[in-house]
């Protein structure tokens, strides 16, 4: 019933910007965190940026190291979608972008088809 569409993914230069986007549906968007994945070619799958549901106090946002600084996640409850805007972006950062419901220990079990980032001069 979980259903997640991922988009905005594309082909940049280094150091240029790209908003992904991902649209749910088939549960309570609002109560969920939902978080950002990546995977490059040859490398797992792995967390990228988590945002907390409305169910939580305190922090609720965390990033992993490599894009602290770089990305910001964020969430639309009225559209019941989840962003994700990149900055200053590296070829490193190229990989397959997935969302997820939940994610912050352990990944939830719906993913979409994820949104392809290229980095590259």
């Known amino acids: 019933q979980v259903q997640l569409v991922e988009s905005g993914g594309g082909l940049v230069q280094p150091g240029e910007s790209l908003r992904l986007s991902c649209a749910a549906s088939g549960f309570t968007f609002s109560m969920a965190a939902m978080t950002w994945y990546r995977q490059a070619p040859g490398k797992e799958r792995e967390l990228v940026a988590g945002?907390?549901?409305?169910?939580?106090?305190?922090?609720?946002?965390k990033y992993a190291d490599s894009v602290k600084g770089r990305f910001t996640i964020s969430r639309d409850n009225a559209k019941n979608t989840v962003y994700l805007q990149m900055n200053s972006l590296k070829p490193e950062d190229t990989a397959v972008y997935y969302c997820n419901v939940g994610g912050y220990y352990r990944p939830g079990g719906s993913w979409g088809q994820g949104t392809q980032v290229t980095v590259s001069s």
């Open positions: 945002i907390a549901g409305s169910t939580v106090t305190g922090g609720s946002t």
